[in-house]
């Protein structure tokens, strides 16, 4: 009887602990999902709304993290802008980790508006844009809130601002699109 109840003790501990089996710890990635496979993530915690820098339109803006082949800790965090209402996306930034957790490349790319692409069907990048958006819109009150507290934050105006319209109306430069 004695040996019972610490079994079903064990039991219920190591349920409660395994992360494999029990109640793990709600993880900042969301998996993208292909059939029963794991081919992606993205990661919730990062993902916002974002201007448009040369159009008044918002960008859903997404770190997404795929594995590579072998998948021995080797993996690359790619950060895209998903257009909303387009089915176009723009890769901004590539950061590629060893299995020590050693970042072994990075790429930056400058936001160029002539440089979006179209997302092609049954791709990794229709499937992070379809996982990304559906999360958007079941959280659109909260990262619509978010945003309007930056864009509200970055918009504070002061005598040097007003300043600065003026001498941009008088040299007819009209905002910089270096």
């Known amino acids: 009887m004695w040996y019972t109840r610490y079994l079903l003790i064990f039991a219920l501990l190591l349920f409660a602990y395994c992360p494999t089996i029990g109640l793990a710890a709600d993880s900042r990635y969301e998996d993208i999902v292909v059939g ?21 339109e918002q960008l859903l803006s997404v770190w997404i993290k795929t594995f590579s082949d072998s998948n021995k800790g080797v993996y ?13 996306m723009l890769q901004t930034d590539v950061v590629e980790y060893n ?24 791709t990794l990048s229709e ?3 379809a996982a990304a958006l559906r999360y958007s819109q079941n959280n659109n009150d909260q990262l ?4 309007g507290e930056r864009v509200k934050k970055g918009n ?3 005598i040097f601002s007003f300043l600065t ?4 109306i008088c040299s007819q430069n009209h905002g910089s699109e270096d």
């Open 156 to 158: 504070k105006r002061n």
């Open 76 to 88: 690359s965090l790619t950060h895209y802008l998903f257009r909303l209402h387009d089915r176009e």
């Open 99 to 122: 299995a020590h957790e050693h970042i072994t490349c990075t790429i930056a790319n400058k936001y160029e508006p002539t440089s979006w692409s179209k997302i092609l069907p049954e």
């Open 127 to 129: 499937k992070g844009y």
């Open 144 to 147: 619509q809130h978010e945003y």
């Open 165 to 168: 319209e003026i001498f941009n």
């Open 36 to 56: 029963d496979t794991v081919v992606a993530q993205f990661d919730k915690e990062t993902l916002r709304y974002e201007k448009d820098p040369y159009h008044d």
